[in-house]
């Protein structure tokens, strides 16, 4: 069974950054694609940015120029996310679709202060 860990949420200030990162484990196979998704309190959950088989990269408008989603060879994606800004304040989901079904992870808590 896959199981996706994110880490790196937190407080921080407006013009901050942080770091996410995805794990995947329970598999030997490569990851070959993955996003990052986030919801806010009261809002739905909306895509931030997903990362194809080629690494082209995908973003929302909201966070294009700011934002940056990588990944390394093997099980373990990023999400670089930079001049942060209090509407970036939510749970920081990482997914990825793996032998035919959609997998998520519990989310980490970002928190942008004004």
């Known amino acids: 069974q896959l199981q996706l860990v994110e880490s790196g949420g937190g407080l921080v200030q407006a013009g901050g950054s942080l770091r996410l990162s995805c794990v995947a484990s329970?598999?030997?196979?490569?990851?070959?694609?993955g996003g990052w998704y986030r919801q806010a309190p009261g809002k739905e959950r909306e895509l931030v940015a997903t990362i194809a088989p080629n690494g082209s990269p995908n973003y929302a408008d909201s966070v294009k120029g700011r934002f940056a989603i990588s990944k390394d060879n093997k099980k373990t994606w990023y999400l670089q996310m930079n001049s942060l800004k209090p509407e970036d304040t939510g749970v920081y989901s990482c997914?990825?679709?793996?032998?035919?079904?959609?997998?998520w992870g519990q989310g980490t808590q970002v928190t942008v202060s004004s």
């Open positions: 329970g598999t030997s196979a490569t990851i070959i694609s």
């Open positions: 997914n990825t679709f793996y032998r035919g079904r959609m997998y």
